[in-house]
């Protein structure tokens, strides 16, 4: 009796292996599956952000070597992009300051409300295009750039429009 009682306890348990070494080594696999699967559509996914990333900053002074040329003095000495961008953005966000909103907008305040630049795209070595509310309506801005020799800017608006509500 003892004998037997080992010998299913034996097989009990040689089963019991077999069982779960199969279940393992299948969830293994099923997990390398689903593995490569999620990287599959993860590269995808990582090409097409790449690619919509190239595509809206394909007109962006930081990817436009003629428009950077433009900025090399006769001397060699080069204003660099990172750091005319934020000079430039700087010094148009700061006519938002003046009473009547900024001059830049195209548009003087509406029922006592001006208008504001919120986001500003520097396009190339001449144009900047911005975004501006006055909390009511919104609008969108094309806008010329120098830069002088003094190192100030000059701003002149070319063209602008107002969304209706």
Do not use: C
Not at 45 to 59: G, M, V, W
Not at 137 to 146: H, Q, R, S, V
Request: zero cysteines; a neutral charge; charged letters at 25%.
């Amino acid at each position: 009796m003892k004998k037997s009682i080992f010998l299913y306890l034996f097989i009990l348990s040689v089963l019991f292996n077999v069982f779960t070494y199969v279940f393992l080594s299948k969830q293994v696999k099923f997990n390398q599956d689903q593995l490569t699967k999620v990287e599959k559509r993860s590269s995808e996914k990582i090409k097409k952000l790449e690619d919509a990333s190239a595509d809206s900053n394909y007109f962006a002074l930081e990817n436009n070597q003629n428009a950077q040329n433009y900025f090399e003095k006769p001397d060699g000495s080069f204003i660099a992009p990172e750091k005319l961008i934020p000079f430039v953005k700087e010094q148009l966000i700061s006519y938002n300051d003046k009473p009547t909103g900024n001059p830049y907008t195209g548009y003087e305040p509406i029922d006592g409300k001006k208008f504001l630049i919120n986001k500003v795209k520097v396009l190339n070595h001449r144009w900047i295009i911005v975004d501006f509310n006055n909390t009511d309506l919104w609008g969108e801005a094309i806008i010329k750039y120098f830069i002088n020799d003094d190192g100030t800017v000059d701003f002149e608006t070319a063209e602008s429009l107002l969304y209706s509500k």
